[in-house]
């Protein structure tokens, strides 16, 4: 059974950068797609990108296009995103993601146990 | 990328059917069989109910299906039960090589 293990809680200043990893195991890593998602308190997932590291495959949301940077390494079987110049509304849980197909998108059925990120002064 | 439509909220009794629907434009949900559903309990990690628009992942209940029509794709919960009160998001592939995930609709059992 796949499982993602994300690194721990993190509270950031307006300003700096995160950057959160993705553990994975029980499975094949490099066929599948990785989407990192986050959801703010009370509000719904928002998909920010996705790598696909076998093909070379890279995706980000016209959103946050120009402030992250999501990467793989297949030697260890993890994905890591980075968010820059993070503010307030920065705030959320950030989620990896497995897609349930390999190579395109279908569902994303494998989700890790998400990471708290708090940006305050 | 707006995000999908879904209603804030259905609700029904235990052993009814609901339908939640999820809208969006000919560039997501008409444009491509990609929709998947989500289950959300508060406090839990998304847990996906419906890939491709019908499919279900091994081990989801058959109560659980979803549909298409247009730009509008739908998941019905068959004989409702306590345990299906939860959010449920909708997502699409969009044809800029993305995704985006609906509102969420919060569903209640009476």
């Known amino acids: 059974q796949v499982q993602l293990v994300q690194s721990g809680a993190e509270v950031k200043k307006p300003g700096s950068s995160v950057k959160v990893s993705c553990k994975s195991s029980?499975?094949?890593?490099?066929?599948?797609?990785i989407n990192w998602v986050r959801q703010a308190p009370g509000q719904g997932p928002e998909w920010m990108g996705r790598?696909?590291?076998?093909?070379?495959?890279?995706n980000y949301a016209q959103k946050f296009q120009d402030r992250v940077t999501i990467t793989a390494d297949e030697s260890t079987n993890t994905a890591y995103m980075e968010l820059r110049s993070l503010g307030s509304e920065d705030s959320a849980v950030y989620y990896c993601?497995?897609?349930?197909?390999?190579?395109?998108?279908?569902?994303?059925?494998?989700w890790g146990q998400g990471t708290l990120v708090i940006v305050s002064s | 990328q707006s995000a999908l439509t879904q209603p804030a909220s259905v609700s029904g009794s235990p052993g009814q059917s609901i339908t939640i629907s999820c809208t969006g434009t000919?560039?997501?949900?008409?444009?491509?069989?990609?929709v998947s559903w989500y289950q959300q309990h508060p406090g839990k990690v998304p847990k996906l109910m419906i890939y491709?628009?019908?499919d279900r992942p091994s081990g989801v209940s058959s109560r659980f299906s979803g549909s298409k029509s247009g730009n509008t794709a739908s998941l019905t919960i068959s004989g409702l039960q306590a345990e299906d009160e939860a959010h449920y998001y909708c997502g699409s592939y969009i044809n800029s090589n993305t995704w985006v995930f609906g509102g969420g609709t919060k569903v209640t059992v009476l």
């Open positions: 993601a497995r897609d349930i197909k390999g190579g395109r998108y279908a569902g994303l059925a494998f």
């Open positions: 790598i696909i590291p076998l093909f070379d495959i890279l």
């Open positions: 029980g499975g094949t890593f490099s066929g599948y797609g």
């Open positions: 000919s560039s997501d949900v008409g444009g491509y069989n990609y």
């Open positions: 491709d628009v019908t």
